[in-house]
């Protein structure tokens, strides 16, 4: 959020692909290539909206698969819905 707050979508793209694809996840050396000098501590409110949208959805965990509105039920799984829909 913080790099995708700065307005580069390029930027943002490769970041989340840097992060994502990588084999191994290092944190050290992802925040020495995308230095955050501030832009992190302006997410709080961002994040505490997200959070209180979150609760109200009662969104536990990710992924949360919606289905026209109603959250799948968790003893379904994503390779199912081809039998339940």
């Known amino acids: 959020m913080a790099i995708h707050s700065l307005g580069n979508l390029q930027k943002t793209q490769q970041a989340l692909?840097?992060?994502?694809?990588?084999?191994?996840?290092?944190?050290?050396a992802f925040a020495k290539k995308y230095p955050m000098n501030g832009e992190l501590n302006q997410q709080y409110k961002t994040l505490e909206k997200m959070s209180e949208?979150?609760?109200?959805?009662?969104?536990?965990?990710?992924?949360?698969?919606?289905?026209?509105?109603?959250?799948?039920?968790?003893?379904?799984?994503?390779?199912?819905?081809k039998y339940i829909l």
């Open 17 to 28: 692909d840097d992060w994502y694809l990588a084999p191994k996840k290092d944190y050290e």
């Open 53 to 81: 949208w979150c609760n109200k959805a009662e969104i536990q965990f990710t992924p949360t698969i919606f289905i026209n509105g109603k959250q799948l039920p968790n003893n379904y799984n994503v390779n199912e819905l």
